[in-house]
């Protein structure tokens, strides 16, 4: 399964990082476009020290954060000869994790700035599925409008906002809830959280287990 993973420049870094951790773990062909806002996001909010310039130097950066022990393609955001800004060729699902609210505007109104939103466009119009882990708070009516359009295009719109009934214990889990939910729309199961009603969580493999919020 190939599985197209956007980072867009919205402040919740960490749920992209944990995404793609996940992905790695169920064994997904994992390609990644990351922002140039998201890279500054990213070492910010989730640590690494200064972002190197260079593909090859942010894939390695990124593979650190990650902790994943599979490969995964990094593409460059402003590189529309990837194979997904095609049709002819679109990933089998796409997330953006976190997805700003100006990315949500631009794949709302069909404009294609940049790789990801393309990206994001063309797997609208193929017919694929398409998570966007939106974070904002409050919502305007633009962004409220937005989303509602993006509903009813097909994409699956999952606001990061994390159950408590599995009364997690650190800020890792809560971001797991996330993410974990964000694979489920792609039918794929995390394992790092219980169901409603099916007893404790079993830890698997790919569990992040350095709370995020201590960094």
């Avoid at 990124?62 to 402003?78: C, I, K, W």
């Avoid at 017919?127 to 962004?143: D, I």
Wanted: proline letters at 7%; glycine letters at 12%; aromatic letters at 4%.
């Amino acid at each position: 399964m190939r599985v197209l993973l956007g980072i867009s420049g919205a402040s919740g870094a960490v749920y992209g990082v944990r995404c793609a951790g996940l992905l790695l773990a169920q064994g997904v062909d994992l390609h990644v476009l990351v922002t140039p806002t998201a890279w500054e996001i990213l070492s910010a909010e989730v640590g690494g020290g200064e972002v190197p310039e260079g593909l090859d130097g942010r894939r390695e950066w990124l593979a650190r954060l990650v902790s994943g022990t599979r490969p995964f393609r990094l593409h460059a955001d402003d590189d529309f000869r990837i194979p997904f800004a095609s049709g002819s060729n679109p990933p089998d699902a796409m997330i953006v994790a976190p997805c700003s609210m100006g990315t949500i505007g631009r794949i709302a109104s069909g404009v294609s700035s940049s790789v990801l939103t393309r990206c994001a466009d063309v797997v609208i119009k193929e017919r694929r599925p398409l998570v966007l882990v939106v974070r904002e708070t409050p919502l305007s009516v633009l962004h409220l409008e937005n989303l509602l359009a993006l509903a009813r295009a097909g994409a699956d719109v999952l606001p990061a906002c994390p159950g408590f009934y599995h009364r997690p214990g650190s800020v890792s889990e809560l971001v797991d809830f996330i993410a974990a939910r964000a694979l489920a729309r792609i039918g794929i199961e995390a394992g790092v959280l219980p169901r409603w009603g099916e007893g404790e969580r079993v830890p698997k493999e790919g569990r992040h287990e350095e709370d995020p919020g201590s960094r």
